[in-house]
């Protein structure tokens, strides 16, 4: 099963029930990939979700996370500070790498330097991207 790393925005936009982004909550709820997650990226997760939504629907979505069985816990046991413009998003690039994730999803532009990058491999996708990468398999 492919592994990935999800931005924070990218699970925010998922959640909605109605959203076009919805694919990716439904894709992972099917187990089409294994979402990988931290202490750190979960901290960040219930943060933001609380705060756009309500602190009951960041339970709950954590709650899923947490407990899925195609979830993957990986802590990052190496600092790469990749992500110069925006250092709090190298909590995704580092935790991507130590599990060797197959994707790390994000529309954020702070990521884009990662691409030029020969070592170590980050595998940026857009969220777009991804969605069609698990459609079509």
Request: aromatic share 12%; glycine share 0%.
């Amino acid at each position: 099963m492919q592994r990935a790393v999800i931005d924070t925005h990218c699970l925010v936009a998922s959640v909605g029930p109605r959203s076009p982004f919805r694919a990716l909550y439904d894709l992972f709820a099917a187990q089409a990939f294994e979402w990988v997650i931290s202490n750190e990226i979960l901290t960040e997760y219930e943060e933001i979700l609380s705060r756009r939504y309500s602190p009951l629907l960041a339970a709950a979505v954590l709650n899923a996370l947490t407990f899925a069985p195609n979830t993957h816990r990986q802590e990052a046991s190496y600092k790469w500070q990749l992500v110069a413009d925006d250092p709090d998003d190298n909590k995704f690039v580092d935790v991507a790498i130590a599990a060797s994730a197959d994707f790390l999803v994000s529309n954020d532009r702070h990521f884009l330097p990662l691409r030029q990058l020969p070592f170590p491999r980050v595998p940026l996708v857009s969220f777009q991207e991804f969605l069609v990468t698990l459609k079509s398999q």
